[in-house]
């Protein structure tokens, strides 16, 4: 680039005219396409550039000028959409047995006699990712990724695009409002055309047909996605101002007759024989399909009962995924690295000789820990068996014996961190063995802090392992809250950050925008967050739910430590919260460093109470309930799930807290206990009346 100084005024226009064209370009690539062409610095030396013509020659400053756009970057992507009913995912089963215990569970919940029977719909279950149509008045007005099942990712305009998504559904039965849920999926071939075009053009190959999918869907420029051959294929719904049908099988056909296709392998099937003559015979074609397909989803035919069977966790129990099986390979084992995680358990990882499973190139594969390496003998250097099924991480699954090499030593646990040398101990009937580092311990670190930024969790983008490994070696970030105070603290004792490898001036301010943008946090992510033994997503939920607020949380974490609290008591009345999660939770709250550590983090966030719970609407939403004595209307199972949904706690046994029993015949000691405490009792049916109330 040549001197400001020494370029003419015309030379200057035509300089600023490419500069706008060339950022431009970069951009594109960044933010649209997540792959940018340039490195950080270079895209600054440019800016600079840029910006010394313009401070020379102000009149010059073109109308697309790259910091007259700045403000209309769009700097995640897309906008967030709220999904009016959660996007839910599904339980798998791996066996002819699993079926049949999912069928049971379906009686056992519903109560149904042997001799009823229980139509299933069999689908394939197409490998893409789902998305939600909403249509308003027929028209279609909304579409959306399933982002994390809450909130999506809004990609309207790229839906648009599908051959397969209709701008308005035809039909008189076409409810005002309905939300439809399906797969978003790229054919094999268009795959494979896709692929030739991008390696032609000299840009990296999707790994599989997935990937292309969802990095089709997910372009800023919808005029890519309609390039790409997207399908989709209804089979499900969310918001629905009236349902057009009684079963999924008729939904199915509506769905189809509104100009939205379904897949036409799909069938209706009764009883598990012929579940299972479904599977083979889609599992038979899987080669030849048209599609990724990876399994068969089963789902309950009627409605009614898919509404009575609800969803636990994030999942339906009125569906299923039969997977199919796993695809094998055979490689060799060049080296076992041990990882250590957040919570000090040592992982061991083999490396392999890179090898095709599916479709997918493997180079690691878990060992999952020091027994499961000894029972199998695996040594470095031997020929191994690999599986890979879906998403899941890589196992190795046996080791060919007649092919060992001479010489190959046995594998040898180690007894100390890999990390920090302290030594790494097992506990009593426990499998894994673990770094008493603690805190101390640098990978247990580095392990909780990516855990803290990741998507699940405070969702900080721009902050991967690579970073939050380079950030703790530097010392500039050693626990959660120092993140808050990175910005603030940036230069003061050190080069600041854009002057660091790897960064530039537009990554780090994108950085420290994405870090501001979380010091709001809802309290189910932040005690996902807090990385505590056992406390999951689910397990977050539940206690967000349960407590509500941080500080009360914490009041009761702080009375529970004696255990013949009432705030134990209630603990582990929460239903889901046993005695191990109970204790992982008690230690993680009482142990100094963590209180400090916290205090810190509480001082630069805000951790919002949780809305009230699920159903707000329901009259009995937050209050605390007990069954007791037989139920005539419904299983025990299915009173309690139907309660939660609406955000009842339910409890096991009656005290001051309880809100209502709801007592059946045969009650006894829980409903004298009701009495002499004044609890109010209704009945069954009262019980019923009562929750249809907000609904
Ligand atoms: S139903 C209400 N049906 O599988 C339950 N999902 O593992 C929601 N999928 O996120 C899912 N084919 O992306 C359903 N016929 C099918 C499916 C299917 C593929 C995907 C979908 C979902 C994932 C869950």
Redesign the pocket.
């Known amino acids: 680039m040549r001197p400001v100084e020494t370029l003419s005024r015309a030379e200057a226009a035509a300089e600023l005219a490419r500069l706008a064209l060339e950022i431009a370009r970069h951009d594109i690539a960044y933010y649209r396409e997540a792959r940018p062409t340039i490195s950080d610095a270079d895209y600054d030396a440019l800016k600079q550039h840029n910006d010394a013509i313009e401070a020379r020659y102000p009149e010059l400053v073109r109308p697309d000028s790259p910091n007259r756009r700045v403000g209309a970057r769009p700097a995640e992507g897309f906008a967030e959409v709220q999904h009016a009913r959660p996007?839910?995912?599904?339980n798998?089963a791996f066996s002819a047995d699993e079926v049949a215990e999912f069928l049971e569970r379906v009686r056992r919940f519903l109560g149904l006699a042997g001799e009823v029977p229980v139509a299933v719909v069999a689908?394939?279950?197409?490998?893409?990712?789902?998305a939600s149509l909403r249509y308003v008045g027929g028209e279609f007005v909304q579409g959306a990724t399933?982002g994390d099942g809450e909130r999506g990712e809004d990609v309207t305009a790229n839906l648009r695009t599908l051959d397969d998504v209709p701008a308005r559904l035809r039909g008189d039965d076409v409810p005002d409002v309905i939300e439809v849920?399906?797969?978003v999926y790229m054919p094999r071939q268009a795959f494979l055309k896709l692929n030739a075009v991008q390696a032609a053009a000299g840009r990296a190959p999707y790994a599989n047909p997935r990937n292309a999918a969802a990095g089709s869907l997910r372009q800023l420029d919808a005029a890519i996605t309609a390039e790409r051959k997207l399908r989709f294929?209804a089979?499900?719904w969310g918001e629905a101002s009236r349902l057009p049908a009684a079963t999924q099988w008729d939904m199915l056909r509506r769905f189809q007759a509104w100009g939205l296709p379904r897949?036409e392998r799909?069938r209706r099937c009764v009883g598990l024989a012929e579940m299972l003559d479904c599977y083979h015979a889609i599992e038979a074609e899987r080669a030849w399909l048209p599609y990724d397909?990876d399994g068969v989803?089963y789902?309950v035919d009627r409605l009614d009962w898919q509404e009575r069977l609800g969803a636990q966790s994030r999942?339906?129990r009125w569906?299923v995924?039969h997977k199919f099986p796993a695809e094998l390979a055979e490689t060799r084992v060049l080296g076992i690295d041990v990882q250590v995680g957040r919570t000090g358990a040592l992982t061991p990882v083999a490396r392999l000789q890179p090898v095709t499973v599916g479709g997918v190139v493997v180079t690691n594969a878990t060992l999952h820990n020091e027994d499961y390496i000894a029972e199998k003998d695996i040594r470095v250097g031997d020929l191994v068996r690999v599986r890979r099924a879906g998403d899941v991480i890589p196992q190795v699954l046996e080791v060919l014996a007649e092919a060992r090499p001479q010489g190959v030593q046995r594998y040898a646990f180690p007894e100390r961190c890999p990390a920090c040398g302290s030594p790494a101990t097992r506990e009593a009937g426990e499998a894994v063995r673990r770094c008493t580092g603690g805190l101390g311990c640098p990978a247990q670190a580095v392990e909780r802090l990516r855990h803290f930024v990741s998507r699940e969790a405070f969702d900080i983008e721009g902050l991967g392992e690579k970073q939050v490994q380079a950030f703790y070696a530097a010392g500039l970030v050693r626990q959660p809250a120092d993140l808050f105070t990175l910005a603030a603290r940036d230069g003061r004792d050190g080069p600041r950050l854009a002057e660091r490898e790897g960064w530039g001036e537009t990554s780090v301010r994108n950085l420290f925008l994405a870090i501001e943008e979380r010091r709001r946090i809802s309290l189910e992510r932040f005690l996902n967050a807090l990385g505590i033994r056992h406390i999951g997503q689910a397990n977050a939920r539940l206690l967000a739910r349960g407590y509500r607020g941080l500080p009360a949380l914490r009041q009761a974490m702080d009375e529970a430590q004696d255990h013949d609290s009432e705030a134990y008591r209630e603990l582990l009345a929460m239903g889901g919260i046993g005695e191990k999660v109970a204790a992982a939770l008690l230690a993680f709250f009482a142990a100094p460093a963590n209180r400090e550590a916290l205090a810190a983090l509480l001082a630069e966030i805000t951790v919002e109470d949780a809305a009230p719970a699920a159903d707000a609407g329901s009259p009995v939403a937050g209050q605390t309930v007990v069954f007791t004595g037989k139920l005539e209307r419904m299983t025990r199972e299915e009173a309690k799930a139907r309660a939660e949904a609406l955000g009842v706690k339910v409890a096991g046994s009656v005290s001051r807290k309880t809100d209502l029993v709801v007592a059946g015949p045969g009650a006894g000691g829980k409903l004298k206990n009701a009495e002499a405490l004044g609890v109010k009792v209704i009945s069954e049916d009262d019980w019923l009346a009562l929750i249809r109330e907000g609904t």
Do not use: F, Q
């Open positions: 996007m839910l995912s599904l798998n689908e394939p279950k197409l490998d893409g990712l789902s399933r849920r399906g797969e294929a089979y499900a897949d799909s397909a989803v789902k999942s339906p569906a995924a």
